[in-house]
């Protein structure tokens, strides 16, 4: 059993960068594969990056602008969002799922935080 906590979420006006951290709790944080995902209103949950063991991986639709990070010993997993723009607004969640690889799909992982809130001005 794993407890997500998000954090570093805000209001930034288009061009700005933000880090969002998910911190763990639990046993085994080394052992899970990590995911960020996020939903904007009227939309579905949409992949953004994940880390597993074998490395990492992130979206098509913000890669070149957003990266994935872990630091193990401090159970915490980080998104490294860089120049934003109003389509980036939506609340971010962090995941963890069994196994460690790096999973795109939402219903693979098994634990979720409740999510920080990004909202990109124009």
């Known amino acids: 059993q794993v407890q997500l906590v998000e954090s570093g979420g805000g209001l930034v006006q288009a061009g700005d960068s933000l880090r969002l951290s998910c911190v763990a709790s639990?046993?085994?944080?080394?052992?899970?594969?990590l995911g960020w995902f996020r939903q904007a209103p009227g939309k579905e949950r949409e992949y953004v990056a994940s880390f597993g063991r074998s490395g990492s991986d992130v979206a098509d639709s913000v890669k070149g602008r957003f990266t994935i990070s872990r630091h193990n010993a401090e159970n915490t997993l980080y998104l490294h969002m860089h120049t934003l723009i109003p389509e980036d607004t939506a609340i971010y969640y962090c995941a963890a799922a069994g196994g460690g690889r790096a999973l795109t799909m939402a219903r693979w992982y098994d634990y979720w935080g409740t999510g920080t809130q990004v909202t990109v001005s124009s």
């Open positions: 639990g046993r085994g944080f080394a052992s899970y594969g």
